[in-house]
């Protein structure tokens, strides 16, 4: 009788991984956003800007929920970050849920903060993840892709810390 127990819930087990797995694969990987794609060149004829983060980018206002887009892009123009803002003035009642629920169907939910200042979740996993904020009124859709980011970061770093050295020599 034990034996029959412990195959059952052995089985049950089993039965039960394959299904988080399933289910965990399912999710489709965060390949870009708002028509635009990870690692493809941004057009030659926009122009862009520096940020702040050495990466470069591009904002255009749009008619759709997230009214402001912006594109980062790394030195070689290659898309690594998308992000979208909009007012939650702009929000149905339903918006957010509704749109937390499609990228968690969409993409996974892997985090999730209701505490102050702000509300947030994050989606994806493979270093290519959604970012999503709600904070003083506004709401940010963050899509990233850390393969080409890591990168962007490390050289802006490197590049501070010269700057830094060269700065703390001539005092």
Avoid at 18 to 35: C, D, I, L, Y
Avoid at 148 to 160: A, C, P, R, T
Wanted: glycine fraction near 8%; charge should be negative; charged fraction near 20%.
């Amino acid at each position: 009788m034990k034996n029959i127990l412990c195959i059952i819930a052995a089985a049950a087990l089993m039965c039960g991984c394959n299904q988080q797995r399933q289910v965990f694969e399912s999710h489709a990987p965060v390949s870009g956003a708002f028509g635009w794609y990870f690692g493809d060149k941004f057009p030659a004829q926009l122009n862009v800007l520096p940020d702040d983060d050495g990466s470069f980018y591009y904002t255009y206002e749009t008619n759709g929920l997230f009214q402001r887009i912006t594109v980062n892009v790394n030195e070689q123009r290659e898309i690594c970050m998308v992000r979208g803002f909009a007012n939650t003035s702009a929000l149905g009642p339903f918006d957010m849920d509704t749109l937390v629920e499609t990228l968690s169907k969409k993409y996974g939910l892997t985090d999730k903060s209701d505490g102050p200042p702000a509300r947030s979740w994050g989606f994806g996993k493979d270093g290519a993840t959604v970012h999503l904020t709600i904070m003083e009124g506004k709401v940010t859709i963050l899509y990233r892709f850390d393969k080409l980011l890591d990168q962007v970061q490390q050289k802006h770093d490197e590049q501070k810390n010269q700057e830094f050295r060269k700065s703390i020599n001539g005092v």
